[in-house]
C-alpha cells in the first residue's frame, strides 16, 4: 500500500510505502492485515519508484519517504532500490523494522540486501512491538513508537533527536486510495476507528 502524502509515519511531508508480509508478527500490532505475504497489491519496483518520482515532483515541500509493513527487511533487497531512487532524488528514507538493529547486522551476513537497505536510511525504528509496555504519548513519550523497547536509530545527520519534530504529538491521517478508505499514524487512534467501523458505527 502507498500513501503518497502524509505527515503522520515519519517528519515532514512523506510517502509512505507499506510493503506486505511480515514473519515477526508481534502480539497487538497495529498492522495484522500485513502479516500473510500473499496478501496486498504485487507491484514491480519499476511501478513504486515511478510513484516515488511522481510524488516528488508532485508534492509541495515533499521531505522523504517512509518504509513500513509488514516487515520491510524481508524484501529488503527491493526496499533498498526504492530507498536508493528516493535518495538520488533528494528524499530521505526512514524504514520501520521489528527486528532490533543487532539482529539486522547479524542477518546482512547472508542477506547482503539489509546492508544495502541500511545503507539508504537516515532514520531506522527498530525492536518489536510489545503490546505491555506501551509508548507514553509525547511530550513524556517519543512520536512514532509504539512501545518503550523500540529505538530510533539516526543513520545520517539528516535527522537528530533535538529536532522538536521528534516530540510533537502523535497524528492520525484518513485518506482514499485506490478505491479504499485507509487510515493511517497514530496506532491507538486508528485500532479504536477500525472498531468502530466494524461494530457499524456505534
Known amino acids: 500500500m502507498?500513501?503518497?502524502e502524509t505527515e503522520a509515519e515519519g517528519p515532514g511531508r512523506r510517502l509512505a510505502l507499506w510493503l506486505q508480509g511480515c514473519p515477526i508478527r508481534c502480539p497487538g500490532c497495529c498492522n495484522p492485515e500485513m502479516f500473510a505475504e500473499d496478501r496486498g497489491t504485487p507491484m514491480a519496483i519499476a511501478e513504486v519508484v515511478a510513484r516515488v518520482e511522481r510524488a516528488a515532483a508532485?508534492?509541495?515541500?515533499?521531505?522523504?519517504?517512509?518504509?513500513?509493513?509488514?516487515?520491510?527487511f524481508a524484501q529488503a533487497e527491493s526496499a533498498a532500490e526504492v530507498a536508493r531512487a528516493a535518495r538520488l532524488r533528494g528524499l530521505t528514507v526512514m524504514t520501520y523494522s521489528g527486528y532490533a538493529l543487532a539482529e539486522l547486522h547479524d542477518q546482512a551476513r547472508t542477506r547482503p540486501g539489509i546492508t544495502a537497505l541500511l545503507d539508504q536510511c537516515d532514520l531506522l525504528v527498530d525492536g518489536r512491538y510489545d503490546q505491555?509496555?506501551?509508548?507514553?504519548?509525547?511530550p513524556s513519550g517519543r512520536r512514532w513508537l509504539g512501545s518503550t523497547n523500540q529505538v530510533m536509530h539516526y543513520l545520517t545527520p539528516a535527522y537528530a533527536s533535538e529536532d522538536p519534530r521528534m516530540q510533537d504529538a502523535n497524528t492520525l491521517e484518513i485518506h482514499w486510495v485506490d478505491g479504499r478508505l485507509v487510515i493511517n499514524g497514530w496506532p491507538a487512534g486508528a485500532a479504536a476507528l477500525a472498531n468502530i467501523r466494524r461494530s457499524g458505527g456505534r
Request: proline share 24%; no cysteine.
Open 132 to 138: 505491555t509496555r506501551p509508548e507514553p504519548p509525547p
Open 2 to 4: 502507498i500513501v503518497d
Open 58 to 72: 508532485r508534492v509541495p515541500g515533499i521531505e522523504g519517504i517512509s518504509i513500513l509493513g509488514g516487515e520491510p
